[in-house]
């Protein structure tokens, strides 16, 4: 999308219609309640749920989701292990009911790291919710947006190289079309759970402008109501995609 044709209300009732989030908060709310981190993750997972349902409700188009960054690898071994189980058979169970939900799932991130019955379910989850026309659910997983940037940009060296582009000219709409959301609108709203005021390398390119939302609460203990704060927060602000404040009023009033 060139930025002279950025539209300034996404959706006829001014909903966002791609919201991104950084689900933070599950170790510090297991921590609270004297627990492993992992009954945080846990509780995390109905987070997910609750959201997932609201959003596709709400007639969302787009609700994408960091489950684990590029970085998250360093985390102690048993936490990384009981994430990716967590993972495997949170899909195992969940995979029926965002088919007949009409949800459409879509993982990015390089999921070759995986453990093979992960890469399965994911591959499975994707193709058996292929043609839903509901929300669309993007999980990132082995998600970093340098990783997402530099696979771009591998792609395009490698169709030149290859003669299938024979314009050497590398444009803004070239890198978009292969980056891992290349099918997906770019976030209208950004939220972080969890206190921390961050990107933490998630969709770095994609976010250029999106609003930002962020929250103390914490990501098992986020609901409906709370996003609805952050959808309220995105609905009272004034988009401007580099125009001035006065040309987006008199644009918005020619509508
Ligand atoms: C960050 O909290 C959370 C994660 C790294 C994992 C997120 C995973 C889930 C919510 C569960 C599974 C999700 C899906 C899509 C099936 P943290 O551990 O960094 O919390 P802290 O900052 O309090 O330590």
Redesign the pocket.
Known sequence: MSYDNAPLVKTDNGNPCHIAII???????AKKRFMP?VM??RA??KS?KNIVEFCNEQKIEVLS?F??SSE?WRRPPEEVSL?MK??SV?LGLEIKKLAKNNVKLICIGDRSAFPSELQDKIAEGEAVTHNNSGLTLV?AANYGGHWDIAQAANQVAIKIQTGVLSNAVITEALISEHLSTASLPNPDLFIRT?GEERISNFLLWQLAYTEFYFTPTL?PDFTPTVLQQAIDSFKGRQRRFGRTGDQVLAKTNSL
């Open positions: 689900m933070d908060g599950n170790g510090r709310w981190r945080g993750h995390g997972v997910v989701l489950a684990f998250n994430l967590l993972f949170t999980v969890g990501w």
